[in-house]
Nanobody, 125 residues
Framework: QVQVLESGGGSVQAGGSLTLSCAVS????????MSWYRQAPGKEREFISS????????YADFAKGRFTISRDSRDSTKNTLQLNSLQPEDTAMYYC??????????????????WGQGTQVTVSS
């Protein structure tokens, strides 16, 4: 099984920064991609950024230039999402998602993706 745990959320003023962390716990050797989403009250969950197994990074337009995703160089099961220049509209619950990305047959029995419980980010004006 795969467990996903986010941390690092909090409350900041506009213009501030936060570093979110995502830790993946698994007894599987299957490779996976990691990504971040957020969901504000009354809105749909939206994609923020992703990090593929080959190191390719993807960002939503609103995240480009402000948010940075990276994998922990010492522990590949962890990644961080650096949030800079935060604005009130960035207030949301932030979720880490793991997508299994491994062609080996043994990985096909796993659910295709896993979500963490989320970490709250609140930005005041």
């Amino acid at each position: 099984q795969v467990q996903v745990l986010e941390s690092g959320g909090g409350s900041v003023q506009a213009g501030g920064s936060l570093t979110l962390s995502c830790a993946v716990s698994t007894d599987s050797s299957c490779n996976y991609d990691m990504s971040w989403y957020r969901q504000a009250p009354g809105k749909e969950r939206e994609f923020i950024s992703s990090l593929d197994t080959d190191g390719t990074k993807h960002y939503a337009d609103f995240a480009k230039g402000r948010f940075t995703i990276s994998r922990d160089s010492r522990d590949s099961t962890k990644n961080t999402l650096q949030l800079n220049s935060l604005q009130p509209e960035d207030t949301a619950m932030y979720y880490c998602k793991v997508d299994i990305d491994d062609p080996r047959l043994m990985c096909s029995s796993l659910p295709p993706n896993y979500w963490g419980q989320g970490t709250q980010v609140t930005v005041s004006s």
